[in-house]
């Protein structure tokens, strides 16, 4: 069973960095999924922030480019995400997420962990 643990998150101010990382464990096939960061704000709906996929490509949302930066080690046990110059529309809860198609909707996530960014 895949399972999915986010670490990382907490309280900054504008400006400040963060990185996030999720444990991931349980799947079985390394080589076809793609994995991702979601977020969502009070009163917003969830929202992709950045993507990276099996071929090691990444994609990222208009916001949040050339600000945060998603990796996974070498070992894919592990994805990260960098988080530079935040801002208070940052603040949210993250989550990590799995999938075996193109992370859309993917199938498998993690409880989330809280974000605030203070101004």
């Known amino acids: 069973q895949v399972q999915l643990a986010e670490s990382g998150g907490g309280s900054v101010q504008a400006g400040g960095s963060l990185r996030l990382s999720c444990a991931v464990s349980?799947?079985?096939?390394?080589?076809?999924?793609?994995m991702a960061w979601f977020r969502q704000a009070p009163g917003k709906e969830r929202e992709r922030v950045a993507r990276?996929?099996?071929?090691?490509?990444?994609t990222y949302t208009d916001s949040v480019k050339g600000r945060f930066t998603i990796s996974q080690d070498n070992a894919k046990n592990t994805l990260f995400l960098q988080m530079n110059s935040l801002k208070s529309e940052d603040t949210a809860v993250y989550y990590c997420?799995?999938?075996?198609?193109?992370?859309?909707?993917?199938?498998?996530w993690g409880q989330g962990t809280q974000v605030t960014v203070s101004s």
């Open positions: 997420a799995l999938d075996y198609g193109s992370c859309v909707r993917p199938t498998y």
């Open positions: 349980g799947y079985k096939d390394r080589h076809f999924y793609c």
């Open positions: 990276f996929g099996f071929d090691g490509s990444t």
